[in-house]
């Protein structure tokens, strides 16, 4: 009979002046930095919007794909990953950043949507039936519903969780779970019209009902990848030493492993079944990525987006030695932003990738911008939700 | 490294002793005593697996899982091999305009075919390293081992054991609490 | 042991409800379990089964009509050239994936409940799968040429279509038939053997006893079991997947607007695993009923399943949407029509039924005291049930009664024969799940000691302790 395992609570912060608590701010510097380059090189070009695009949606995905990991933790009144759920959390509650991140994206609305200009949709039969749905000013009340909502939800989450530090009030858990079913199809519904509205109408004429699902499953793939990197970085510089164990990376790998297979089933579901049926005006959008420069780019994403990370990811060793995890997060991450990419760039370059140094200095904007909020977040409190009723089940749970 | 699959009974007049104890607790602290004491040819039973037993008992992991990798390799292969031959090879046709290697329209069977075989390698490698079906076996001689799917928590050291003695490892199980211990002759 | 319902109200923040309620320990959950197999067969079990091979009967009838007259007695017609028969052979492998569900993906997410149902629910997959066979089997014709679907080397050089995805599911589904058996064997295993240390009989201990093979409890075999058992699970989570997403590529992978969209394979996922809980429902409240099994599958295990039946249900409700809308939105008038079609045209009775029994009765689970009643359980497990049979239907019969060339158009109307195949379908499936439980432990007894208390030898030991007493100086909070 070994003795419990004691825990000081005091010590589950970022301290002060450390390493770690000066990152927010070398972060909203890169961040400044990256978007004034970005301002300098792009001003006036598609590029400049194409790029921003893509890196605004690699953050976007990573706060939906947290806020997604919140929500069902309290829906199913999950018991292992209290340990890691704050920093969830912090992720989540950046997403009001993300809200003025978008802005240049509205900026460059007619340069990003072809549906946007008024000669194209008088010319165009099939954009004229569209345009009750995609026209500008909808296009923009659709965005603020959607930011007030995961902004709402984000920061609602972060700071009852917060309280409960201080209170240990169990009815904070009820009233999360309470109302996290609701808030779940909120997102559901309003994820999938926001990849409708800001990815998959970037080529208006095309379409597939399982869009939302596939943009879905990115989210939560790049999500728990961030998460394992992001718990074994404060982990390493001994912020949650002895709290986040070797047993919730292994249950962060599976969830890894596990979404990395349906990213791979909806991706196929979604290939197979438009190149099956050979419909011309489904099929244009795959012909784009696969009859042209962007080919490598799709078998890149086949290969390193499934074939890879599940071979790496199956065995269970693997999943327990934090180094090779954090290896395959980081390459998760990666390709994410490589999918994220083909999603959107083929309706501005049609021949080919042509990665430039926009699409760097737009990354680091964004990046740098939304990274600072998420480090002040997770510098200004508790790195574990300390009176949750169920972390104590979650320090203690032992995996298979 | 322990062998891989478990050897057969021992020969003899004497199969070994078995042990009954309480409960899931008493029976892996005992556990960890014999595994410490250095002894080989032994094993315990349960009516369930006991969480922590095998690393009470210092086993090693199982090969299990590099035998499912193969075989559901082996079979996805197969089944893509087989669909090229039939389409390609054997009897080309072009329907609905697809190539005559529609790679899409084959990975279905091939990821079902490649689960089947892994799922067969799981069950059929999982009793054959269990050397199951044996439905004869010394222990069954034992009134008190029926306990054994209800609610027994029994250990039993084989004689082919260099360590075993019928009177001190007796002795040495009751001291670890055993509830009773019996000898069991070869059957 | 009175059977207490002392966990229907048990929700709480801190630690777990029980999963077995009475107190339960190893030798009476083994006796509660085992004590049926071992009495005679109650007047009871008699009133399911007959009834049930009477049904049974009646599809020997209609399958045996079908045999020598052909499929002309169905009301099949061109364009409609699929309705009853794909419409049964959907709606059964879909139950089934709830046996699988429970079995694998549960015990993957590690949820200890499932214990009390998995036994019962695969065997309920394992007679889904049997009945969702005859259709396919049944509806082509020529039955007696049906080898022809394997890949045999033959005189005639033919193979079979590998493009094709009815031969995909010839493949999924037989497959899947094969690996639920193996997985449900392997989990009755140790139950067998419990029922043949306990047999009194000779041919009993000989019947047990052959089927147990000589599972002696051993930890070195527990050892591989376990390793086996995990991997079949993560097998067999692919498996659910990806039997019913081919299953639903027989539609999904036309140019029928209405058939063909994307969102089709997690649709009818979804769809598979809302209408197999449903029937695990339906199963479960008589089952626990019979065998006063209350303190084993207690209304926790129901509640938990009401609210797998929420998530899926809506999960359907979010396809129906999205099918609706980019119907709308990709501006194509076909696909328009054929979703309005669905809602406002000749079947629009099958719609509406479809509709308020999948989406809009279900909601009622919301409510805890809708999800802890057993009546309210019951009645709306059959309801989802009817629901997504006409789900089914209404996907398959109204894209095709009407789609490109209105002069193609028809109205379809079933036959007798498609009544009482359907209906004798249900008397296989009763049947069948009623020698189950009259003959095989209906619990899986030893996984269901395994997460008693009392089985985890660190019971009661604590072992991390959370030092709340030196609180930093707080920094200024929002």
Not at chain 1, 313 to 327: A, C, D, E, S, Y
Not at chain 1, 356 to 377: E, I, K, P, S, Y
Not at chain 2, 10 to 28: K, N
Not at chain 3, 102 to 128: D, G, K, P, V
Request: include cysteine; glycine fraction near 8%; aromatic fraction near 14%.
């Amino acid at each position: 009979m070994t003795a419990p395992r004691v825990i000081e609570t005091a010590r589950l912060h970022v301290p002060a002046g450390s390493g770690l608590a000066r990152l927010p701010l070398v972060a909203c510097v890169v961040g400044l930095l990256g978007t004034a380059a970005s301002v300098a090189l792009g001003h006036g070009t598609r590029q400049l919007y194409f790029s921003w695009l893509v890196a605004f949606l690699f953050c976007l995905t990573l706060a939906l794909g947290a806020l997604f990991f919140v929500l069902v933790h309290f829906a199913t009144k999950a018991g292992w990953g209290v340990a890691v759920r704050r920093l969830a959390e912090n992720v989540a509650g950046a997403i009001p950043v993300l809200a003025l991140l978008f802005v240049p994206v509205l900026l460059g609305l007619h340069e990003l949507y072809h549906w946007s200009h008024p000669e194209a949709v008088a010319a165009d039969p099939l954009l004229q039936a569209k345009a009750p749905f995609l026209n500008t000013g909808f296009f923009g009340i659709r965005a603020v519903l959607y930011f007030v909502l995961w902004g709402g939800l984000g920061t609602l989450y972060l700071r009852a969780s917060r309280r409960q530090d201080d209170s240990g009030d169990e009815r904070i858990t009820r009233g999360l779970t309470a109302i996290a079913g609701p808030a779940l199809i909120a997102f559901a519904l309003s994820v999938s019209l926001a990849a409708i509205d800001w990815i998959m109408s970037l080529d208006p004429h095309w379409y597939s009902t399982v869009f939302g699902v596939y943009v879905f499953s990115g989210c939560v793939v790049s999500f728990i990848s961030l998460l394992v990197v992001l718990s074994a970085a404060i982990a390493r510089a001994g912020g949650m030493r002895g709290v986040v164990t070797v047993e919730h990376f292994h249950d962060l790998g599976k969830l890894m492993f596990a979404f990395t297979v349906f990213w791979a089933y909806i991706a196929f579901a979604q290939f197979f079944l438009i190149w099956y049926a050979n419909i011309p005006e489904e099929t244009v959008w795959y012909l784009r990525r696969l009859d042209s420069g962007w080919l490598p780019v799709s078998i890149l994403l086949a290969v390193g987006h499934f074939v890879v990370p599940f071979f790496f990811l199956m065995p269970r060793t693997i999943k327990r030695r934090t180094p090779l995890l954090v290896g395959g997060a980081v390459w998760m991450l990666a390709i994410h932003l490589i999918d994220l990419y083909w999603l959107v760039m083929p309706t501005l370059h049609e021949d080919g990738p042509h990665v430039g140094l926009l699409d760097l200095t737009t990354l680091l904007g964004v990046l740098g911008l939304f990274f600072a909020t998420v480090g002040w977040l997770v510098t200004r409190q508790p790195l574990v939700p300390l009176r949750d009723p169920r972390l104590p089940e979650s320090l203690s749970f032992e995996n298979f | 490294m322990p062998p891989l699959l478990p050897p057969s009974l021992p020969d003899g007049p004497t199969y070994g002793v078995l042990a009954r104890f309480a409960g899931p607790r008493e029976l892996l602290h005992a556990c960890e005593r014999v595994r410490d004491a250095g002894f080989t040819r032994w094993d315990a039973h349960s009516p369930f697996p006991v969480h922590g037993l095998d690393r009470a008992m210092g086993l090693g992991t199982s090969p299990l899982p590099w035998i499912v990798l193969a075989l559901g390799l082996a079979g996805a292969a197969g089944a893509m091999l087989l669909q090229w031959w039939v389409h390609v090879r054997a009897y080309p046709l072009v329907i609905s305009g697809k190539p005559l290697f529609s790679w899409p329209a084959f990975v279905p069977v091939t990821f079902e075919v490649g689960v089947l075989f892994g799922a067969l390698g799981a069950v059929f490698g999982m009793f054959g390293l269990n050397r199951l079906p044996m439905h004869h076996h010394p222990l069954f001689q034992s009134a008190t081992f029926e306990r054994v799917s209800d609610d027994g928590f029994f250990v039993s050291i084989e004689s082919w054991d260099p360590k075993f003695d019928a009177q001190t490892t007796t002795r040495m199980l009751r001291d670890l609490g055993a509830v009773d211990v019996e000898l069991l002759a070869s059957s | 042991m009175a059977p207490t319902e002392e966990n229907a109200d048990c929700d709480p923040v801190r630690g777990r409800a029980p999963l077995i309620l009475g107190g339960h320990d190893f030798p009476s959950i083994t006796r509660a379990v085992c004590d049926p197999l071992e009495r005679p067969t109650p007047l009871g079990w008699w009133a399911f089964f007959l009834p049930s091979l009477g049904l049974l009967g009646l599809l020997g009838l209609a399958t045996g009509w079908l045999f020598w007259e052909g499929i002309g007695i169905w009301g099949l017609n061109n364009p409609v050239g699929w309705a009853f028969d794909i419409t049964n052979f959907v709606f059964w492998v879909g139950i089934g994936h709830a046996g699988t569900l429970i079995s694998a993906i549960l015990f993957l997410l590690r949820q200890r409940w499932r214990t009390s149902i998995n036994r019962s629910a695969e065997a309920m997959t394992i007679f889904a799968v049997m009945c969702a066979l005859i259709f396919p089997g049944i509806h082509v014709g020529r039955i007696w040429v049906a080898y022809w679907m394997l890949p045999l080397p033959n005189q005639m050089s033919m193979w079979p279509n590998f493009r094709s995805p009815l031969l995909w599911d010839v493949f999924a589904v037989s497959i899947y038939g094969t690996v639920s058996v193996m997985f449900w064997y392997v989990g009755l295993v140790p139950d067998l053997a419990t029922v043949r240390d306990r047999a009194r009989s000779l041919l009993r201990r000989r019947i047990f006893g052959a089927l147990a093979l000589g599972w002696r409890g051993s930890n070195r075999h527990w050892q591989h079991y376990e390793r086996a058992y995990l991997i079949l699970a993560g097998l067999a989570t692919p498996l659910v997947l990806s039997v019913h997403s081919i299953v639903s590529m027989d539609f999904a992978v036309s140019q029928l607007p209405g058939w063909h969209t994307t969102i089709f394979p997690p649709y009818f996922v979804a769809g598979a695993i809302f209408s197999g809980f449903a029937m695990v429902v339906t199963l479960m409240v008589i089952t626990r009923q019979a065998f006063g099994m209350q303190n084993l599958i207690t209304i926790r295990h129901f509640e938990n399943m009401a609210k797998i039946m929420i998530v899926t249900g809506l999960m359907v409700g979010y396809a129906y949407a999205m099918e609706f809308f980019i119907a709308w939105y990709s501006g194509n008038p076909y696909e328009g029509f054929a979703l309005l079609n669905r809602a406002f045209g000749p079947y629009s009775w099958a719609y509406w039924i479809m509709v308020s029994c999948n989406v809009l009765l279900p909601q009622i689970l919301w409510w805890r005291k809708a999800r802890t009643n057993l009546a309210i359980l019951f009645v709306m497990s059959l309801v989802v049930n009817v629901g997504m049979w006409f789900e089914r239907f209404v996907i398959i019969v109204t894209s095709l009664h009407r789609d490109y060339l209105p002069s193609s158009w028809d109205y379809y109307v079933p036959t007798i024969w498609e009544f009482l195949a359907l209906l004798g379908s249900f008397g296989l499936f009763f049947t069948m799940f009623c020698l189950f439980v009259r003959f095989l432990p209906i619990v899986a007894t030893a996984e269901v000691k395994g997460v008693l208390p009392q089985a985890d030898p660190h019971h009661g030991e604590e072992r991390v302790v959370l030092d709340v007493s030196k609180a930093p100086a707080r920094e200024a909070t929002t």
